[in-house]
C-alpha cells in the first residue's frame, strides 16, 4: 500500500522558517517527479513546487520562488521543502504528491497524496 506521510509543520512567526519533509512507503518513486502543494481554508489547493526524478531540476509557484526550496533524496524516498522568510499568506495545509503522469503540464499530474500537514504563519 502506498502511503504518503507529511511531517514538519506548525506555528512559525512571519520571517521565520519551516522545513517540511514527506516519507514514501510501499513502493519507490525515484523515476517519478514529486511536489508539494497547498490548501488554505476556503480556497482550491494549489501548486507550490516541483522537482525531477533526479533532483536536479525545480519548479516554483511565482509566490514561492527565492523563498522556498524543493529537494529529494531518492535513497531514502523522501522529498522536502525548505521554507524561508514565510509570509502569513503560507499559511495553510501542506500536501506532498507524486507526478504519476510525466508528460502533464505543471502542477497537474499528480497522484498519491499525503494527509497534509498544517503550516501557520502568524504576523
Known amino acids: 500500500q502506498v502511503q504518503l506521510v507529511e511531517s514538519g509543520g506548525g506555528l512559525v512567526q512571519a520571517g521565520g522558517s519551516l522545513r517540511l519533509s514527506c516519507a514514501a512507503s510501499g513502493r519507490t518513486f525515484s523515476r517519478n517527479g514529486m511536489g508539494w502543494f497547498r490548501q488554505a481554508p476556503g480556497k482550491e489547493r494549489e501548486f507550490v513546487a516541483a522537482?525531477?526524478?533526479?533532483?536536479?531540476?525545480?519548479y516554483y509557484a511565482t509566490s514561492v520562488k527565492g523563498r522556498f526550496t524543493i529537494s529529494r533524496d531518492n535513497a531514502k524516498n523522501t522529498v522536502s521543502l525548505q521554507m524561508n522568510s514565510l509570509k502569513p499568506e503560507d499559511t495553510a495545509v501542506y500536501y506532498c504528491?507524486?507526478?504519476?503522469?510525466?508528460?502533464?503540464?505543471?502542477?497537474?499530474?499528480?497522484?498519491?497524496w499525503g494527509q497534509g500537514t498544517q503550516v501557520t504563519v502568524s504576523s
Open positions: 504528491a507524486v507526478k504519476v503522469s510525466p508528460n502533464a503540464p505543471m502542477g497537474l499530474g499528480y497522484d498519491y
Open positions: 522537482v525531477n526524478w533526479r533532483g536536479d531540476s525545480t
